[in-house]
C-alpha cells in the first residue's frame, strides 16, 4: 500500500508538470498563428474578389449586347421577313393519309 | 478642547475625500461606464464590419441582369503623406480629380482621413496601388455591375446613397425590394495583442452578415432587347418625344418586358435628368383613347345589353348638350353593327353603347378593371390616378369615358385591363419578380395571383373576335404580320393642356394580344407626340406589329 502512494506521488507531480508544459508549449504555439489565421483570412477575401471579378467578366462576355455585336462582326445578319420560314406544325397522321383497301397512301 | 476641534476637523476631511471618491467611482462606474468599457473593448478587441453582399437580379432563365463587382472607397491619411503635392498630382490624374483641391484637404491639419473617391473599380485600384503611395489606402465597396448596360433601367432602378452613405436602391426593382437585397451586415469580434494581431486563442465573436436575397423575373432578357430596340427605331421614324412598351404573360400578369425612351444609365443616373428615373408605365398617367373602347363594350356585353351584331346608327355626329361628338374622321357609315364600331373606332357607335350601359353600369365596370387603384405592381414607384367622384360624372363625361377620353390611366392598368380579355376575363395582379432566392439558395416563388374575373370566359371570347375583327379590317391592317390572327385596339387619344385638348398633340397607341386564340402575350405600345403621324394606326400599330413578328420567331410561334 505505501508503494502504491509513494509511486501516485512521484507519477502525478510529474504529470502535472508535464502538462503545465504542453499547455504553455500549446498556447505559445496557437498564439502566435493570429498571423497565419490573419493571412488566411486575407486569402479567402481575395479569392472571394477574384471570384466577384470573373463573375462580372463572364456575364460581360456572355451579354446578349456583346454577343449581338460579336454576331455582326463574324457576319450573321438579321432575317427579313420573308427569309423566315414557319414550319406548320405537324399534322395528325388520320388527317394526312387516304385509306385504301390494301394499303395507305400519303397524300401530296 | 483643542484636540476635539482637530478630531472633527479630521472626521470632517476624511468624509468629504470619501464622498469626493465615491463621486468620482460613480462618475466612473455609472455615467461613464459605456464610454470607458468602449474605450477598454477598442484597446482589447478589434471589431470589423462584415458587409452583407446585395442580392443580384436575374432574367426568367436565371441570366444575371444586375450582380456586383468589385469596388473600393480610396482613401489618404494625411499623417503619412510625406509630400502633399506629388501625392496630389498623381493621384489627382488617375481619379480624375482637382489637384489643388485635393491638395488643400490634405493640407488641412483638421482632416486626417480623407476619402478620395468612392466605388472604385479593381483597374484603377490596381493603377492606383502600383503608383506605391505611403498614406493611400483603399477599402472594399462593391458596386453594381449591369451586364446588359442600361437595359430596362427604369424597371430595375438603381443603387445610391442614404443620408449616412450607405447604399440604398432607389426606383423599380432595387427600391421596392431594398430591404431583401441588402441583407444585414455582420461583425467579427477579436481579442488582440499589443501589436493589433488577433489573438487565436482569445476572446471572439462572431456575427455573420445575412447576404441579401437574389431576385428571378418574370422579364426575359431577349423579349427587352427586341423590344428596346424596336421602341428606339420607332421613336426615331415616327418622331415621337417619348415612348413605351409593355409586354405581360396574361395568364400569369408577369412583366415579359416593359421599356420607355428616353431612359438612364442606371451605372451613372447621377448624370441624368431626375425626371427620367420614375417609370412612365407605372407612374405617368394618360388618356386612353380608343384603346379603351374594347372595355367598355367588353362590359356591355357581360352585361347582355348588346352582341357584336347589335346594330346602330351613325348617321352623324351625336349632341350632348352644346357640345357634339363626332368620329375620329368626320366619316359616318349609317346602319352598323358593333362589331363594325370596333373596326372603324367609331365614337358615335360607343356613346350608343355607353347609353345602353347607363352610369351606374359603366362606373362599376370602369371600377371592376381596377382603374382609378394602383395595380400593386411590385415596382417603387406606381401611382394611380384617381377616378372623379362617382356625383361628379355629367352626361357629356360618360359619353366620353366610353371612347377613353376625360379619363386617366396608367399604362400598366390598361394593359392589365386588356389582358384580362385575352385570359378569359380573369384579371391577374401584374408581377414583375417570379422567385425570391433566400441566402441559403432556397427558392421561394410569387405565386400568381387573381384579382377579379371582370368578365365572362364567354365575353372575352366574343371581344376577342371583335379586336380581331378590328386588326383585320381596321385602319392599321396593311402593316399587319400575315396569317396570325392577333386581337388589338388602336388609340389616339389628344393630350389635355390648361384645361383644354390641343388638337396637334395626341397619345398614339396600340393594345393588342397574340396569337388570339392561346394569348403568349399581350402588350402596349404608347408613343406621346409622334409628328409624323398624329393616329395611332400609322405610328403605334405598325411598331406593335414589328415588335410581334420578332416575338413570334423569337417563341417559334408559326402562322395559324
Known amino acids: 500500500m505505501n508503494k502504491l502512494f509513494r509511486i501516485i506521488s512521484i507519477v502525478l507531480p510529474c504529470l502535472a508538470v508535464t502538462l503545465i508544459v504542453v499547455q504553455v508549449v500549446v498556447s505559445n504555439e496557437l498564439a502566435t498563428m493570429g498571423k497565419s489565421m490573419g493571412r488566411l483570412d486575407l486569402a479567402v477575401n481575395d479569392a472571394r474578389d477574384v471570384h466577384a471579378e470573373l463573375e462580372t467578366e463572364v456575364a460581360s462576355a456572355s451579354s446578349l449586347m456583346t454577343l449581338h455585336d460579336r454576331a455582326l462582326i463574324l457576319g450573321f445578319r438579321e432575317p427579313t421577313p420573308s427569309q423566315i420560314v414557319a414550319l406548320s406544325p405537324e399534322l395528325p397522321v388520320a388527317f394526312g393519309v387516304r385509306a385504301q383497301p390494301s394499303s395507305l397512301t400519303l397524300l401530296p | 478642547m483643542a484636540s476635539y476641534w482637530r478630531a472633527s476637523f479630521l472626521f470632517t476631511v476624511f468624509v468629504v475625500a470619501f464622498a469626493l471618491l465615491v463621486m468620482r467611482l460613480f462618475y466612473w462606474q455609472v455615467i461613464s461606464a459605456d464610454r470607458l468599457q468602449k474605450q477598454a473593448a477598442s484597446q482589447h478587441f478589434i471589431e470589423l464590419n462584415v458587409p452583407a453582399i446585395r442580392g443580384g ?17 480610396s ?36 482632416r486626417v482621413w480623407v476619402p478620395l473617391s468612392h466605388k472604385v473599380e479593381t483597374a484603377k485600384m490596381t ?15 462593391p458596386k453594381r455591375f449591369y451586364p446588359e448596360a442600361s437595359t430596362a433601367a427604369q424597371l430595375l432602378g438603381f443603387v445610391g446613397s442614404d443620408v449616412n452613405g450607405v447604399d440604398k436602391g432607389y426606383f423599380g426593382i432595387e427600391g421596392y425590394y431594398d430591404r431583401q437585397l441588402r441583407g444585414t451586415d455582420g ?102 383613347g380608343s384603346t379603351f373602347k374594347t372595355l367598355i363594350m367588353a362590359a356591355a356585353i ?16 351625336v349632341q350632348v348638350g352644346p357640345d357634339y361628338i363626332r368620329t375620329w374622321n368626320n366619316q359616318y357609315h349609317g346602319q352598323i353593327t358593333l362589331t ?95 422567385e425570391i432566392i433566400d441566402e441559403n439558395d432556397k427558392v421561394i416563388p410569387i405565386k400568381p395571383k387573381m384579382v377579379a374575373q371582370v368578365v365572362s370566359p364567354e365575353t372575352a371570347r366574343i371581344v376577342t373576335e371583335m379586336m380581331v375583327s378590328a386588326v383585320d379590317n381596321g385602319e392599321a391592317k396593311f402593316a399587319k404580320p400575315k396569317g396570325y390572327r392577333i386581337a388589338g385596339k388602336t388609340g389616339t387619344a389628344q393630350i389635355p393642356v390648361a384645361g383644354h385638348y390641343d388638337a396637334t398633340k395626341t ?40 415588335i410581334s413578328r420578332d416575338l413570334f420567331t423569337y417563341w417559334g410561334i408559326p402562322p395559324q
Open chain 2, 75 to 110: 482613401y489618404a491619411e494625411s499623417r503619412l503623406i510625406k509630400d502633399v503635392h506629388a501625392f496630389s498630382e498623381k493621384v489627382a490624374s488617375v481619379l480624375s480629380l482637382d489637384p489643388k483641391e485635393l491638395a488643400s484637404q490634405l493640407s488641412d491639419p483638421n
Open chain 2, 57 to 73: 437580379i436575374a432574367d426568367k432563365d436565371g441570366n444575371p441582369i444586375v450582380i456586383n463587382q468589385p469596388a473600393f472607397l
Open chain 2, 302 to 317: 357581360d352585361r347582355h345589353l348588346v352582341t357584336p351584331n347589335t346594330t346602330m346608327d351613325e348617321s352623324g355626329p
Open chain 2, 187 to 288: 461583425m467579427i469580434r477579436l481579442e488582440k495583442d499589443a501589436q493589433g494581431v488577433p489573438l487565436l486563442i482569445g476572446e471572439e465573436e462572431r456575427l455573420p452578415p445575412q447576404d441579401g436575397r437574389s431576385l428571378n423575373l418574370w422579364l426575359d432578357k431577349a423579349v427587352q432587347q427586341i423590344v428596346e430596340r424596336r421602341l428606339s427605331e420607332g421613336i426615331e421614324k415616327y418622331g415621337a418625344k417619348q415612348g413605351s412598351v409593355v409586354i405581360l404573360d396574361p395568364a400569369t400578369g408577369g412583366v415579359i418586358a416593359m421599356a420607355s425612351l428616353p431612359s438612364y444609365d442606371p451605372r451613372n443616373f447621377s448624370e441624368y435628368d431626375k425626371s427620367l428615373y420614375s417609370n412612365p408605365i407605372v407612374a405617368s398617367s394618360y388618356e386612353p
Open chain 2, 507 to 546: 397619345i398614339a397607341s396600340f393594345v393588342g394580344f397574340a396569337p388570339a386564340d392561346h394569348p403568349k402575350f399581350v402588350m402596349l405600345v404608347t408613343l406621346r407626340e409622334p409628328s409624323s403621324s398624329q393616329w395611332g394606326s400609322e405610328t403605334a400599330a405598325p411598331l406593335f406589329f414589328n
Open chain 2, 340 to 434: 363594325q364600331v370596333l373596326e372603324y373606332s367609331s365614337n358615335v357607335g360607343m356613346v350608343f353603347v355607353a347609353r345602353k350601359l347607363g352610369k351606374d353600369n359603366l362606373l362599376s365596370a370602369i371600377k371592376g378593371y381596377g382603374f382609378g387603384v394602383p395595380t400593386n405592381i411590385d415596382l417603387e414607384d406606381e401611382s394611380s390616378p384617381e377616378l372623379r367622384p362617382d356625383n361628379q360624372w355629367k352626361e357629356i363625361d360618360e359619353d366620353t369615358a366610353s371612347f377613353g377620353q376625360g379619363i386617366a390611366v396608367t399604362p400598366i392598368q390598361m394593359v392589365r385591363a386588356v389582358a384580362s380579355l385575352a385570359n378569359g376575363g380573369r384579371m391577374m395582379e401584374p408581377h414583375v419578380v417570379k
Open chain 2, 127 to 141: 493603377e492606383l496601388k502600383n503608383l506605391n503611395l505611403p498614406g493611400l489606402g483603399f477599402e472594399k465597396e
